[in-house]
Each structure stands twice: as C-alpha cells, then as structure tokens.
C-alpha cells in the first residue's frame, strides 16, 4: 500500500486533500444549522437540483461548477420561498427539488451528448478530475461560507432554534433563512468533487449526528462536527486511493464508522450527567 510521502507526491492527491479539507470543514459548518431548523434532507434536494447545473455546464462547454453554483442558489431560494410563502410544505417542496433536479440533469445532459455515466464523477464524487480552476473557486467560496457560518452564528443560530424569539428580538428572519439555503448551496456545490452530489448530505449530517452524542451547546457541536467532517473528508480521500474505491462513499463510511463509535460514549457520557433518582415510595392503601 502506498504511504502518506508518496501520495503527498502527486499533484492532484495534493489539491484534492485541499478540498477534502475544504468540505470537511464546511458541509458540517452548514449542516449544524440544518439539523437544528430540522432540514436535514435539504442537502439532498439542492444536491440533486445541482446536477441540473452540472448537466447545464456541460451543454453550454462552460465550468459546471459554476453553473451548479447558480443553479443550486436559485433552487435554494426557491424552496426557502415556497416554505415561507407558498403552501407547499418544507417535504413537498424537497421533492420537487430531487425529482425535477435530476430529470432536468439527465435530459440536459442528453442534449449535450454525453449519457448519465458522464455525471457519475459529479454523483459520487472523483479525486481525479480535481484540477486547479476547480480548487480556486473551491477555496474560495468555502472561504466565503466559513466567514459567513461562523461570523454570524449568533443571528443564525437564533434563527434555527425558534424563529418566532427572534423576529421579535429584532432579527431579520427571512433574509439570514435565505442566507442559509444559499450557503448550503454552496457548500453543495463546493463538495461535489469530493463527496459526489448524492451523498453530500450525509456528510453535513452525520458528523453533526455524531458531535451531538457527546456536547451539550450548540457551539460544541458546531466545533466538534467541523473536526469530525475534516477527519472522515480526509481519511475517505486517502483510503479511497489505497483501496481504489470512489472518494464520495469512503468519506460517508468513514464518518458513519465514527457515529457507530462515539454513540455507545455518548450514552455513558449522558447516563453519568443524569441525577441519581431515588424510588419513590409505596403508598399505603386506607380502607
């Protein structure tokens, strides 16, 4: 098997270990948030609506990960608008997302030439078609999505926890929920390449998932599923190489293997935090 100074010596294990990092550090970012407004699954659905975009790139020989930026942000946008004004509940609005992104991404696709094996590297993810134009707009806009995650938890995060509190307390709900869907489009978009479309999602919710077992605050949470997402994001790309296995899937094991192993420490750490009850005790009966 080869070693760490020997995959260190190819140029595309390099850039795609930077945007492993990337993706480790942002999808977990994002996905905090998801899990406390209860969206779980719209990573799924933007994901899908993202291969629209990808399939868009390709027919006009433009960057797909552009396009799927765009395209992502604009299908975000929508569901947010359709959740707060429509009368399309948060589920139905997913659905339309995740059957209508992918249609959309197999026709387009089609009309470009190619067949639904052209997006597989966009699906699940390939280390190898990282080049340095992707890894520039990776890097930057998971720079813009880290400043923007962390510079403004306090409105974001009040935001998620009860909408209600905080328009009354002066906060602009509509706009930071909007800003949230575009930044997990974002994030969607920036993964990609390393997790495939398909299963970006798992990796802003499980870490997140598994961070949750063992913290008690938001904030730990959000900085312990940061380090398990950068942990499984790395670990996936390097063994996916040893193995030769697609990076996207390795990733996902990886940070599911790391869920299986702090859930049993999570429920200790939780059972030892619970007050010791007493039995209460038995009534005599009168007669």
């Known amino acids: ?72 942000i604009l299908g975000a946008v929508a569901i947010e608008l359709m959740r707060t004004y429509g009368r399309t509940s948060g589920d139905v609005a997913l659905a339309l997302l995740f059957y209508g992104g992918i249609a959309g991404g197999v026709m387009l696709t089609n009309l470009a030439g190619g067949s639904a094996s052209t997006l597989n590297s966009y699906l699940f993810g390939s280390i190898t078609t990282i080049d ?28 998620c926890q009860d909408e209600e509190h905080a328009r009354v307390s002066g906060v602009p709900v509509r706009a930071y929920a909007l800003l949230i869907a575009v930044l997990a489009a974002v994030t969607v978009t920036v993964s990609m390449r390393t997790v495939g479309l398909l299963l970006v999602s798992a990796l802003m919710v499980v870490p997140v998932a598994a961070a949750q077992q063992v913290t008690r605050s938001f904030r730990a949470t959000f900085v312990l599923a940061m380090v398990i997402g950068t942990f499984a994001a790395v670990a996936g790309v390097l063994g996916s190489y040893q193995i030769d296995t697609q990076p996207g899937p390795t990733i996902v094991i990886v940070a599911l293997a790391v869920f299986l192993v702090v859930a049993p420490v999570g429920h200790v750490v939780r059972s030892r935090r619970r007050p010791a009850t007493s039995a209460p005790e038995p009534v005599e009966e009168t007669a």
């Open 1 to 72: 098997m080869a070693g760490v100074n020997e995959i260190l010596s190819y140029d595309f294990m390099q850039m795609a270990l930077v945007a492993a990092l990337i993706t480790g550090l942002t999808a977990p970012a994002i996905g905090t948030y998801l899990v406390q407004r209860r969206l779980a699954l719209l990573g799924d659905g933007i994901g899908h609506i993202a291969l629209t975009g990808v399939a868009a790139g390709l027919l006009t020989n433009t960057q797909p990960l552009v396009t799927a930026v765009v395209v992502s």
């Open 132 to 159: 340095s134009t992707d890894l520039t707009i990776v890097v930057v806009l998971g720079a813009v999505v880290m400043l923007l995650s962390a510079g403004l938890s306090p409105q974001l995060f009040a935001v």
